[in-house]
């Protein structure tokens, strides 16, 4: 059933990608969890953004919170909602290496080529507020 999900969630089926956070979640699979759980921040489920705040904010917060928040925040800016962006990304670049991209193998160019890079997208979200 999960290859269905699949199918529909890499076709843009937010809600897809969403149900497949949950399923691993419950298999415990956090890496699967989580590169659903981003693609489904990506796409704008509301549930997969809603706690970035949290999220980034305690020192020991939930598995995969600096990725999603991330996520959340590279949507956001390139929405247009630079100002909502911009504190969350700032908390990103400062954790990413620590929360994020130490847990990615450095052989992993796929993931490596496809990662957010928060201090440019914090950058992106300054100049456009900058500009006005």
């Not at 419950?26 to 949290?54: F, Q």
């Not at 917060?61 to 999603?68: A, K, M, Q």
């Not at 590279?74 to 962006?85: C, S």
Request: proline share 5%.
């Amino acid at each position: 059933m999960a290859h269905r999900y699949e199918a529909a969630a890499l076709a843009g089926d937010t809600a897809a990608a969403a149900d497949l956070r949950w399923l691993y979640d419950d298999l415990g699979e956090p890496v699967r969890r989580d590169h659903w759980k981003r693609i489904a921040a990506e796409g704008g489920d509301h549930d997969a953004c809603g706690s970035h705040d949290l999220a980034l904010r305690p020192p020991q917060g939930p598995p995969g919170g600096t990725e999603t928040a991330g996520y959340c925040c590279l949507v956001l800016n390139r929405i247009g909602r630079h100002a909502e962006a911009e504190e969350l990304l700032r908390l990103a670049a400062e954790n990413w290496w620590a929360d994020v991209r130490s847990r990615y193998s450095s052989d992993d160019l796929d993931m490596l080529s496809r990662m957010l890079n928060p201090e440019d997208e914090l950058a992106a979200a300054e100049e456009a507020l900058a500009a006005g």
